[in-house]
């Protein structure tokens, strides 16, 4: 035996074993190895080049769940075969043993940040995430003990669609999972679905896309059919990002891309704002059991509320200068505008626009781009409610860019997305 095959057989037996190998990953972007510890650290995106690795449905709750706060629901569901598939019950136990899951998806309940709430989350690695009667079951049951107990929603999606070996059953969850959503939505609980990649089929026909808010992960494949199915079928070619989440952002069919350092804060964010202690309902009868202390309340809202009683209501100070204090000093003085000067101040580029606005009036504003609604989520010193902004045609899609002068960025027409923003701050007791 040569001396150097020697060495080797040597050295291999002679390793310690307390020092196992670092497992290395390459990046399916750039090929870039990385170690499994560096991705963790990294939030499991490659430093390289920006890629976003697929995160194990565990991994996903140790990153968005606060430790030792979430209890699993229904970790343990029957296999379910009801076409007899063939080879369909192996296909399930070889998942099972390379994802130590039961399913495709874990649901249950716990604290992000301290606010309670039902976390659902599925797995690519189990069937790609497949929806099956066991799926749609723990989804359905999810929905309905969270209207229950009166708690929000989180679900993150990632899935190709419903399992094909179960037929119609898998089909049939669609309806029964969207039904679960609209009851939990009808008793007035946030529902906020983050789609990750990918989120296609049957799962984004159903459940997915029916939250209150609908976040996203960057470069998410998010659709129905895939894009070499559709440029096969309409025999075009499909422009730049179709169906990736800025795609889908942009033309209204997510709110906002968030980048997955952030997705803990935006979300614990969310929660703090639909949270019922600070509804809009809650702070009233605070108010009201409080008003009489002068000690609690601002001064300008006491002078506000002795006016109020003496029926001789005051125009309340203006926390900024420009159109609205003129206007209440014209009042005072009784000057008529000119209409054509109006027009004239209307149009100037150094105007008050409505992103002045917000950042004089609260204190933290969550921006929503979907075509359900647009504007926000925010809250002043006291109270949360939802912010809308009304353009010349409609609501606007995009970012919060102003009309100033002539310089306007394209509209949005219609107005459904604005019946069913006025409508869920009502459910969930919030102003608008």
Not at 95 to 113: F, H, M, P, S
């Amino acid at each position: 035996m040569p001396i150097n095959a020697f060495r080797k057989i040597f050295e291999k037996n002679t390793q310690n074993p307390e020092t196992p190998e670092v497992e290395k990953r390459p990046c399916k972007k750039c090929g870039a190895s990385l170690s499994a510890q560096e991705l963790k650290k990294n939030y499991y995106i490659c430093p390289q080049c920006g890629y976003y690795f697929r995160v194990p449905a565990r991994r996903r709750l140790d990153m968005i769940v606060d430790a030792g706060t979430y209890e699993e629901w229904d970790s343990e569901m029957d296999k379910v075969n009801p076409l007899d598939y063939p080879e369909y019950e192996e296909k399930l136990n070889e998942a099972q043993a390379k994802t130590a899951l039961n399913e495709a998806i874990v649901t249950g309940v716990g604290r992000i940040d301290g606010h309670a709430a039902v976390v659902m989350v599925c797995d690519c690695r189990f069937l790609m995430g497949s929806m099956g009667y066991n799926v749609g079951e723990k989804v359905a049951r999810a929905f309905e003990r969270a209207t229950e107990r009166r708690l929000p929603v989180i679900i993150y999606a990632a899935s190709g669609g419903a399992r094909m070996q179960e037929g119609i059953i898998s089909l049939m969850q669609m309806a029964k999972t969207s039904a679960a959503v609209k009851n939990h939505s009808d008793a007035g609980l946030l529902y906020i679905s983050v789609l990750t990649d990918p989120t296609t089929g049957g799962v984004t026909a159903s459940f997915a896309m029916l939250g209150d808010i609908i976040l996203s992960e960057p470069k998410a494949l998010i659709g129905f059919a895939g894009p070499r199915v559709i440029e096969q079928t309409i025999r075009q070619k499909l422009p730049e990002g179709f169906q990736r989440a800025e795609f889908q952002q942009k033309h209204g069919f997510v709110d906002s891309v968030v980048e997955r350092k952030d997705q803990k804060a935006i979300l614990s964010h969310l929660l703090a704002l639909h949270d019922s202690d600070q509804s809009w309902q809650t702070w009233s009868e605070e108010n009201n059991l409080h008003t009489s202390s002068s000690e609690s309340l601002p001064k300008t809202v006491m002078r506000q509320i002795e006016s109020w009683k003496d029926n001789t209501p005051k125009s309340r100070q203006a926390p900024f200068s420009g159109i609205m204090r003129q206007k209440t000093l014209n009042k005072i003085a009784k000057r008529h505008t000119d209409p054509v000067e109006a027009v004239h101040q209307a149009r100037k580029t150094g105007r008050l626009v409505a992103s002045d606005y917000i950042g004089i009036l609260f204190k933290d504003f969550i921006e929503l781009h979907g075509d359900r609604y647009f504007g926000g989520r925010c809250s002043d010193h006291r109270r949360h409610c939802d912010l809308l902004r009304r353009t010349g045609h409609g609501h606007r899609a995009g970012s919060w860019q102003d009309c100033r002068g002539d310089r306007c960025p394209e509209l949005w027409h219609g107005f459904s997305g604005w019946l069913s923003q006025i409508s869920a701050p009502d459910e969930a007791g919030r102003e608008v």
